[in-house]
């Protein structure tokens, strides 16, 4: 049996002035070490055939970004965002909809989480300092590493998110240390989704679908720059995407 292919939509960079496709090879090796095979995601119309390479996929895994345009999920742009792809916004929706729709097993990483959310009706949080003056500081500085702990969270136990932990075979209260590059999050919660993890400040930190049949999952940190923390659940992350893509249940 092959092994499952694993999407990852790409994004946009600018390089000698002009603009080119691309993707941040550590979600691929993350995959890789999982036993998958990372596939990589055109920026394509369903015109120009997306569909055609969503079709050979056992997985979709949404990587990290820029911010979501905020007209996507019906707000006024605040001209607190930034980074914005059109053409990325549209194709990751366009995706986790089909995705969603077809039962395809799902991960997203940081704005992957909010692409999620969006994708299935929910709203975010613009700019959490300036939403939530008390909240923690959420966006690492550039100056340190990718891997800084930034902050704990806690997961809730009744999840799949806190089944993943618990498979760590340690005792836990379910909180455990992240690192944290974003200035956005979850506001309303999209439709067939529950809430699985939050940080102290009440910001929300994984999502997942709420119907158990499903593997759906959706976190706001990095797990593929945690590969080599202590804690095994960032490499049970994708793990246990890649056994899904393979139509193995074993959570």
């Not at 390089?15 to 979600?27: F, I, K, N, V």
């Not at 979709?60 to 742009?77: I, M, R, S, W």
């Not at 009440?202 to 759906?216: N, R, T």
């Not at 706001?220 to 893509?245: I, M, T, Y």
Request: glycine share 12%; aromatic share 4%; with cysteine.
């Amino acid at each position: 049996m092959r092994p499952p292919h694993i999407g990852l939509p790409m994004t946009v960079a600018i390089a000698g002035g002009r603009e080119q496709w691309a993707l941040s090879p550590t979600y691929a090796r993350a995959v890789q070490a999982a036993g998958g095979v990372p596939t990589p995601i055109p920026l394509l119309s369903e015109a120009e055939g997306l569909w055609a390479v969503y079709e050979r996929l056992d997985g979709l895994l949404l990587c990290g970004g820029g911010d979501l345009a905020p007209e996507t999920y019906g707000a006024g742009d605040t001209g607190l965002c930034s980074d914005i792809v059109p053409a990325r916004d549209t194709l990751e929706l366009a995706l986790t909809r089909r995705a969603l729709a077809d039962g395809l097993p799902l991960l997203g990483i940081c704005r992957g989480i909010q692409v999620l959310n969006v994708a299935a009706g929910g709203s975010l949080i613009q700019d959490i300092p300036t939403a939530l003056p008390h909240a923690l500081p959420h966006r690492t500085p550039p100056t340190l590493p990718r891997d800084h702990p930034a902050h704990t969270v806690r997961i809730e136990p009744d999840s799949l998110l806190g089944r993943l932990y618990d498979g760590d075979g340690k005792e836990t209260s379910g909180e455990f240390c992240v690192n944290s590059t974003h200035h956005q999050a979850i506001e309303a919660l999209g439709q067939g989704l529950r809430i699985t993890a939050r940080a102290s400040d009440g910001v929300i930190e994984a999502i997942e679908g709420a119907a158990p049949s499903c593997f759906v999952l959706g976190v706001q940190w990095h797990p593929e720059e945690l590969q080599n923390a202590p804690d095994a659940l960032h490499r049970a992350l994708f793990a246990s995407l890649v056994r899904r893509a393979a139509g193995i249940w074993e959570e």
